[in-house]
């Protein structure tokens, strides 16, 4: 007797096979999308190994997982931004969304549009079933008027948005609608859109026989035999004429396949316009091709970054807090600290904005907390420090002002109150100063300069470094006097609770 020999399937290579059986109803038209999908990807010649599939929430999301590559099965609307990112963090991707309208149009729809306006380089399939189905069959945004589901029982009253006029008129750059009773010319879309830079979408209009065909008396095999009906296959379509009723003809085609410049492609020439590199290595910030030596040159490979030997060893994360009000520079003077602890101390440091929705005026925040060792969470919940330029600022974080810590003031224009005595206020009339030297602006370096000398945390040398490399050029001479005033003052030993 022969045995029987058992061949694997042709598109098993790109199944996950212990996923296999899916959940998917009998008569669904998903499986036809992700068959015309494996078979478009099969002939592609893509490397499938740079290839990524990204999926939201319902019926669809289900894609992700049962394809043999690498996948995210996102959180609901969210497919788009999640496969943006991925593309941008790594551009040699191929990067398809596989979801449904519910997802991509209505939770999603504003990242549907803006990525399509963007022209970013995703290849977007939108199964279209005009229902949720699998949360029970309500109506969406892409419901037929009149249509039955459960949340339109009358027949729904509402437009629906024509996905392809929608994604045409965003700017996307290739837009096709096939139903998923055309495999064929479903794979070849698929395919050109696998080749084609910039946005590209694709509609297909699958049955979903258990909730959207059940409540218009179209189960089982019926709804796709009505759509097989409906479907007007044109080689130029009328996009004008894509609108979608209950029992319209389906307009079914090619609408666009333009060249536009994707926003790859456009970042890439602006980043290589506009950007400078810098070097924080050195004496402070230097445009890299001024730089006294190459990067890759900078130390042999494999020997590890010199060390300054007055780095502050920070035995235990310190948590760092500046406030003021918006225009005080209390973010430049977070950054500064931050530059100085990591960039140039050689030390951990992270560090967060928090700011009121007023450009200017209201209380801002930044946190930063250092340490020699690794930091585990990023958020300051205990300041350790805290340095309170305006009054204002005082009242709304005074909250956070906790037993035993450091609170650094502008004695003019902060009066603390209310506080324990275990608190350690040490003030400098930090504003005052600033106007004394010319400038009131530069009064978050004296304060800066104030903090330098009180606390161990950040070398002297890391702070001046990082100053220099953090303020605009031409005000050098102004920031380092700034600086080494509010120094000197917190030298002199004259600051505890004035
Ligand atoms: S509920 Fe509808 S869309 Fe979901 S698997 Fe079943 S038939 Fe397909």
């Known amino acids: 007797m022969i045995e029987p020999q058992i061949l694997d399937h042709p598109k098993d290579l790109l199944l996950r096979k212990e996923r296999i059986p899916h959940i998917w109803c009998p008569g669904c038209g998903l499986g036809s999308v992700l068959s015309a999908l494996m078979d478009a990807l099969r002939t592609s010649g893509l490397d499938l190994k740079n290839v990524a599939v990204v999926s939201g929430i319902g019926c669809t999301g289900r894609a992700a997982g049962y394809l043999n590559l690498d996948g995210f099965h996102t959180t609901h609307g969210r497919a788009i931004p999640y496969a943006t990112g991925l593309k941008l963090a790594n551009p040699d991707l191929t990067v398809i969304v596989f979801s449904g309208d519910?997802?991509?149009?209505?939770?999603?729809?504003?990242?549907?549009?803006?990525?399509?306006?963007?022209?970013?380089?995703?290849?977007?399939?939108?199964?279209?079933?005009?229902?949720?189905?699998?949360?029970?069959?309500?109506?969406?945004?892409?419901?037929?008027?009149?249509?039955?589901?459960?949340?339109?029982?009358?027949?729904?009253?509402?437009?629906?948005?024509?996905?392809?006029?929608?994604?045409?008129?965003?700017?996307?750059?290739?837009?096709?609608?096939?139903?998923?009773?055309h495999p064929h010319y479903m794979k070849i879309a698929m395919g050109e859109m696998l080749k084609k830079e910039g946005f590209s979408f694709l509609e297909v209009i699958a049955p979903c026989p258990t909730n959207f065909g059940r409540r218009n008396k179209l189960r089982d095999i019926k709804l796709l035999q009505r759509y097989l009906?409906?479907?007007?296959?044109?080689?130029?379509?009328?996009?004008?004429?894509?609108?979608?009723?209950?029992?319209?003809?389906?307009?079914?085609?090619?609408?666009?396949?333009?060249?536009?410049?994707?926003?790859?492609?456009?970042?890439?020439?602006?980043?290589?316009?506009?950007?400078?590199?810098?070097?924080?290595?050195?004496?402070?910030?230097?445009?890299?091709?001024?730089?006294?030596?190459?990067?890759?040159?900078?130390?042999?490979?494999?020997?590890?970054?010199?060390?300054?030997?007055?780095?502050?060893?920070?035995?235990?994360?310190?948590?760092?807090?500046?406030?003021?009000?918006?225009?005080?520079?209390?973010?430049?003077?977070?950054?500064?600290?931050?530059?100085?602890?990591?960039?140039?101390?050689?030390?951990?440091?992270?560090?967060?904005?928090?700011?009121?929705?007023?450009?200017?005026?209201?209380?801002?925040?930044?946190?930063?907390?250092?340490?020699?060792?690794?930091?585990?969470?990023?958020?300051?919940?205990?300041?350790?420090?805290?340095?309170?330029?305006?009054?204002?600022?005082?009242?709304?974080?005074?909250?956070?002002?906790?037993?035993?810590?450091?609170?650094?003031?502008?004695?003019?224009?902060?009066?603390?109150?209310?506080?324990?005595?275990?608190?350690?206020?040490?003030a400098i009339p930090a504003t005052r100063l600033a106007e004394e030297i010319g400038q009131k602006v530069v009064a978050n370096i004296v304060i800066l300069g104030f903090f330098t000398a009180l606390v161990p945390h950040i070398s002297l040398t890391a702070m001046q470094k990082a100053l220099k490399g953090s303020i605009p050029k031409g005000t050098e001479e102004l920031n380092l006097r700034a600086f080494e005033t509010g120094y000197d003052y917190g030298r002199g030993g004259t600051s505890d609770r004035a």
């Not at 009358?154 to 837009?175: H, R, T």
């Not at 445009?287 to 130390?299: D, F, I």
């Not at 602890?341 to 992270?350: E, L, R, S, W």
Request: aromatic share 6%; hydrophobic share 40%.
């Open 102 to 181: 519910g997802d991509l149009a209505a939770i999603g729809g504003n990242h549907l549009i803006h990525a399509a306006r963007r022209n970013v380089d995703l290849k977007v399939i939108c199964a279209n079933n005009f229902n949720y189905g699998m949360t029970g069959g309500q109506g969406g945004p892409t419901t037929p008027r009149l249509a039955r589901t459960t949340t339109t029982s009358y027949g729904n009253v509402e437009k629906p948005f024509n996905l392809v006029q929608l994604m045409a008129a965003c700017g996307a750059s290739y837009v096709a609608r096939w139903t998923s009773a």
């Open 229 to 426: 009906e409906q479907a007007v296959l044109e080689s130029q379509p009328d996009i004008a004429k894509a609108d979608i009723e209950l029992d319209s003809p389906i307009l079914c085609g090619k609408f666009v396949d333009l060249e536009r410049t994707s926003y790859l492609a456009a970042l890439r020439e602006a980043i290589s316009a506009k950007v400078k590199v810098y070097d924080f290595r050195g004496d402070g910030r230097v445009p890299l091709e001024e730089a006294p030596v190459k990067p890759a040159a900078a130390k042999a490979p494999g020997k590890p970054a010199e060390v300054p030997s007055e780095r502050p060893i920070i035995e235990r994360p310190v948590q760092i807090k500046l406030a003021g009000l918006g225009g005080q520079g209390i973010g430049l003077c977070g950054l500064i600290i931050g530059r100085a602890a990591a960039i140039f101390d050689h030390n951990q440091a992270v560090y967060t904005q928090e700011y009121s929705p007023e450009a200017r005026g209201g209380a801002s925040a930044s946190s930063i907390i250092v340490a020699s060792g690794q930091i585990h969470a990023p958020y300051v919940t205990e300041p350790d420090i805290m340095v309170v330029m305006a009054q204002g600022a005082y009242n709304k974080y005074q909250k956070d002002v906790r037993p035993g810590s450091r609170l650094i003031i502008d004695k003019d224009l902060v009066r603390p109150k209310d506080l324990p005595d275990s608190v350690r206020i040490q």
